[in-house]
């Protein structure tokens, strides 16, 4: 069975910082591409940043400079730090793991991050 299990959320000020870890199980984690996704009170689900097998990174614009993807193959776990957070940064984050076996692939359970103000 597959699981990705997310942690690191939590309450933080405008500025600060949070690590988001992802642990993955049942799935040749080295092998596999890995992205983070967030979702906002009525707003769609929205991938952030990308990871590939051989470590290429990618995001979108709003978080380029701020949110670094990284992953420890040693350990099977994604990571998501994210530095100067703002409020519209609070979501809902999840972890995703790509596969051609499913259609969207697997998804952990997710994890709240809120910025205050």
């Known amino acids: 069975q597959v699981q990705l299990v997310e942690s690191g959320g939590g309450l933080v000020q405008a500025g600060g910082s949070l690590n988001l870890s992802c642990v993955a199980s049942g799935i040749i984690f080295a092998r596999n591409a890995m992205a983070w996704h967030r979702q906002a009170p009525n707003k769609q689900r929205e991938l952030i940043a990308h990871i590939t097998s051989a470590d290429k990174t990618t995001y979108i614009d709003s978080v380029k400079g701020r949110f670094i993807i990284s992953r420890d193959n040693a350990k099977n776990t994604v990571y998501l730090q994210m530095n100067g957070l703002k409020p519209e940064d609070t979501a809902v984050y999840y972890c995703?793991?790509?596969?051609?076996?499913?259609?969207?692939?697997?998804w952990g359970q997710g994890t709240q991050v809120t910025v205050s103000s």
């Open positions: 995703n793991a790509p596969s051609t076996a499913t259609r969207f692939g697997f």
